[in-house]
């Protein structure tokens, strides 16, 4: 394990130690914290723009996609199914109007 120094303003640090001793925990306990929450926020955004940019990609060289309203319609359909084995069909994409 490495040490790095931060140097931050005193009112920072102070509101950093309040808020630390709120959660019963070290200054330094909640700043690794923050820190790593920080970091998973940024790689999970990372990896959402990346299938975005995979899913557009498709699009655009397929032409196809689902329209609005049939995505809207399975999703809501997905969240009602109870335990009964009911199956929900996915909508199939379609080619993009003009």
């Known amino acids: 394990m490495s040490t ?4 931050i303003e005193d ?8 808020a630390a001793q709120q959660m ?3 200054s330094h306990a909640f700043i690794v914290d923050a820190l790593a929450q920080t970091v998973e926020q940024v790689e999970l955004d990372a990896a959402f723009h990346t299938l975005a940019d995979e899913r557009w990609a498709n699009i ?3 032409g196809k996609t689902v329209a609005w309203d049939d995505a809207k319609a399975y ?3 997905r969240a009602n199914v109870g335990g009964d084995g009911e199956k929900v ?4 994409a ?3 109007g003009k």
Do not use: E, Q
């Open 89 to 92: 069909v996915k909508p199939t």
């Open 94 to 96: 379609r080619k993009l």
């Open 75 to 77: 999703l809501i359909a």
């Open 4 to 7: 790095t120094t931060i140097r």
């Open 24 to 26: 019963g925990k070290s």
């Open 11 to 18: 009112d920072l640090k102070a509101r950093v130690a309040a």
């Open 60 to 62: 655009r060289t397929t």
